[in-house]
C-alpha cells in the first residue's frame, strides 16, 4: 500500500504556511471555504488543513517522513529558526537506508524527514 495524500493538521493555517514554506522552500496554495482552509503544496501529494473540531495537532499516532534528500541537514537548520523543534537530530539508519530525523512543527505535529545524506 502506498500514500495517495496526505494531510497535516494545523490550528493556524498562516503560521504552518510560513513555517512549511520556510524550511522546505516550496510555495502552497490557500484553498479558503470558510471554517475549512487547506494550503496545498506545490508538488502534490499534501496539504495543510485547517478545521476546528476535525484536525488535530498531534504527537501521537502514525508517523509520517518526509522525502528530504539529498541531505535533511539543509532541511534541518532551518526548523528552529522558523519556529519547530528538533525532537530527534539526524542519524543514520543504515547504510542502504540513508538517514532520518524527527521534528515538532509550529501547529504541534510530529514529523520525520528522510535522506540518502
Known amino acids: 500500500m502506498k500514500p495517495t495524500w496526505i494531510e497535516i493538521p494545523a490550528t493556524d493555517i498562516q503560521r504552518a ?3 512549511y514554506e ?3 522552500e516550496e510555495k502552497t496554495q490557500l484553498l479558503d471555504m470558510g471554517e475549512f482552509k ?14 476546528p473540531g476535525v484536525y488535530k495537532p498531534s504527537t501521537d499516532g502514525v508517523l509520517v517522513y518526509l522525502n528530504a ?3 535533511l ?7 528552529t529558526p ?3 523543534e528538533i525532537l530527534i537530530e539526524k542519524r543514520q539508519i543504515s547504510p542502504e537506508q540513508g538517514y532520518m530525523a524527527v521534528l ?3 501547529e504541534g ?3 520525520g524527514l528522510r535522506s540518502k545524506g
Request: charged share 15%; hydrophobic share 40%; with cysteine.
Open 73 to 79: 541537514s539543509s532541511i534541518l537548520e532551518k526548523v
Open 104 to 106: 515538532l512543527d509550529t
Open 82 to 84: 522558523a519556529g519547530g
Open 69 to 71: 534528500n539529498p541531505d
Open 109 to 111: 505535529n510530529r514529523l
Open 17 to 19: 504556511q510560513t513555517f
Open 22 to 24: 520556510t524550511v522546505f
Open 38 to 51: 487547506m494550503a496545498i503544496f506545490t508538488t502534490g501529494g499534501f496539504a495543510l488543513c485547517q478545521y
